[in-house]
């Protein structure tokens, strides 16, 4: 069997975490025709389809997985030679994708955009914000910000940071309705919520913890949207201090009496964590974190 040729790995790298050929091509800074030509001859090396094309784009086959696998442990130790040769001085550069919950993603990553590109201009960041599990085995992400600690796969994973969430109102809401002296006050206020069935990370079904039979007026998947809506004067919410401390309209509510702990943890695939441009956004996270540990 002929060898593989690491040019070949390359491109197959970059339509695997690009999500198609015109984007590895974008990447790579060639045609699309290279890519495709490029493709067709590892394809034609390996005996073996590694990818299928769909609607969205493409997607790896069984044999596009196991090669991904073996393709990122040669490229990290390549990395991690050129490091020991001296070079490591070289800018980095290349796409890394991040996944974390929508209020990590907007309220701490978003704002710290520029800091991280004055540091890492040759980087370009890509921020899933959503609540949701993303699978890094199957590299839909590079590294990953969940609120529990992860149990399967062959992942590096540290607790980044503790978190409150408290209740809050807005000022408007606070001078119209009754005073909320305790815990007791709370049935039948107007309360801003998640959409139950669209919860699917356990850590966030604590409304139990806040009231019993609470009168929910708005729900949202979106953490933004329940803390805009809380912020108009709708009514109470259960919000991200780090996020909601930000907005001079809101006002936290009963903190003695109401605080919620929830930890995020950060996680990368083990051949991902030792790729120098993974690397650098994971040290950026700690850094941000132990930042903002204050705030949070």
């Known amino acids: 069997m002929q060898s593989l040729n690491w040019n070949d790995l390359k491109v197959f790298l970059a339509i695997a975490r690009g999500g198609g050929l015109r984007t590895a091509a974008k990447r790579l800074e060639v045609d699309q025709t290279t890519v495709a030509r490029r493709l067709a001859a590892l394809e034609a090396v390996l005996g073996s389809r590694l990818i299928d094309r769909t609607s969205r784009g493409v997607r790896l086959t069984g044999q596009g997985l196991t090669l991904l696998e073996s393709a990122e442990r040669i490229e990290a130790e390549a990395l991690a030679a050129s490091g020991r040769l001296g070079v490591q001085g070289q800018a980095l550069s290349g796409t890394v994708r991040l996944a974390t919950p929508e209020a990590f993603g907007a309220g701490l990553v978003a704002p710290a955009a520029k800091a991280f590109h004055d540091q890492y201009p040759g980087l370009q960041l890509e921020l899933v914000a959503e609540s949701r599990s993303v699978n890094l085995s199957r590299r839909e992400a590079d590294i990953a910000i969940s609120l529990s600690r992860p149990v399967h796969g062959r992942l590096v994973t540290r607790r980044l940071a503790d978190y409150t969430l408290g209740l809050y109102a807005s000022r408007t809401y606070l001078d119209q309705a009754p005073a909320l002296v305790s815990l007791e006050d709370l049935p039948g206020r107007p309360l801003v919520w998640y959409i139950d069935e669209l919860i699917d ?28 809506a809380v912020a108009s004067g709708l009514g109470l919410g259960v919000l991200h201090r780090f996020a909601a401390s930000q907005d001079q309209r809101l006002v936290r509510v009963l903190p003695e009496a109401l605080s919620i702990q929830r930890s995020y943890w950060m996680s990368a695939h083990a051949d991902q964590a030792q790729i120098p441009r993974v690397r650098a956004v994971m040290d950026f996270l700690n850094s941000l974190a132990a930042a903002r540990h204050n705030d949070l």
């Open 201 to 228: 990370v356990p850590e966030l079904r604590y409304l139990d913890q806040v009231v019993a039979g609470a009168h929910t007026v708005f729900r949202s998947s979106s953490i933004a949207a329940q803390q805009a």
